[in-house]
């Protein structure tokens, strides 16, 4: 069943959580910011629903009655479950990081947590779900064929390091908003720990990528003072 009535396109998101306060704090909260969202109070539920309508994320509590959360995740992902996994848990060891990633988690957020940082992970999760299938990126005069990894700008081929690239994209696939250093550190360094001073290195590669990208009138990158930076076009 789809729901034929809606506008069709809002991201869909299964949240598997059995506390039912937490649930609905959820559906509330990611319905307000657009999202569809599915309740599962149970992990045989989750696992029914996981296997039988698309999602773009599945956003899974690891306690759960009856079987664990990341035994339903790793039972979904060898049935080729390919959606993204957020999982929700109360425990902060390496061990446990280690078994969540192991049972084919994506993202991984300890209780309590600000709901601005799951909004942050589930907009990145939900982009790369959707983003994978994109496999031409443009701002203005500019290109990029995600397969093949190349740049053009004006039909002249722009030539990246492999670290200049990813940020790039994922700075163009972010065009029209602003993207943090935060999430950059996190998305594209994959640095978990928040505290890692990475803003040097970022900022030295941005300075790299206007080097070679807004070399003419029509600058794409912009920044934000004391935020980030966003792609935008025609100015
Ligand atoms: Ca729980």
Redesign the pocket.
């Known amino acids: 069943m789809t729901g034929a009535a809606s506008l069709g396109n809002e991201p869909r998101i299964l949240v598997v959580?059995?506390?039912f306060n937490?649930a609905g704090a959820l559906r509330e909260g990611l319905e307000a910011e657009g999202y569809r969202v599915c309740l599962a109070h149970t992990g045989e539920d989750g696992f029914f629903q996981a296997s039988n309508q698309p999602f773009e994320l599945m956003i899974l509590?690891?306690?759960?009655?009856g079987r664990d959360g990341l035994e339903i995740l790793a039972a979904l992902r060898r049935a080729g479950f390919l959606t993204p996994v957020l999982v929700l848990t109360?425990r902060d060891g390496v061990e446990d990081r280690v078994a969540g990633l192991d049972a084919g988690a994506d993202d991984y957020l300890v209780k309590p947590f600000a709901f601005a940082e799951l909004l942050a992970r589930v907009r990145a999760l939900v982009r790369r779900s959707r983003g994978d299938q994109l496999l031409r990126l443009t701002a203005g005069d500019l290109v990029i064929e995600v397969a093949g990894r190349t740049v053009t700008r004006g039909g002249e081929p722009v030539d990246l390091t492999t670290r200049e690239y990813e940020l790039f994209e994922y700075l163009v696939r972010h065009k029209g908003t602003l993207v943090s250093r935060e999430m950059l550190a996190r998305d594209v360094w994959g640095e978990t720990e928040r505290c890692t001073p990475l803003d040097n290195v970022i900022d030295v590669h941005i300075a790299r990528l206007r080097k070679k990208i807004d070399t003419g009138e029509t600058r794409l990158i912009h920044t934000v003072r004391g935020v980030g930076f966003i792609v935008r076009e025609g100015e």
């Open positions: 959580e059995d506390e937490v509590d690891r306690m759960l009655p109360a």
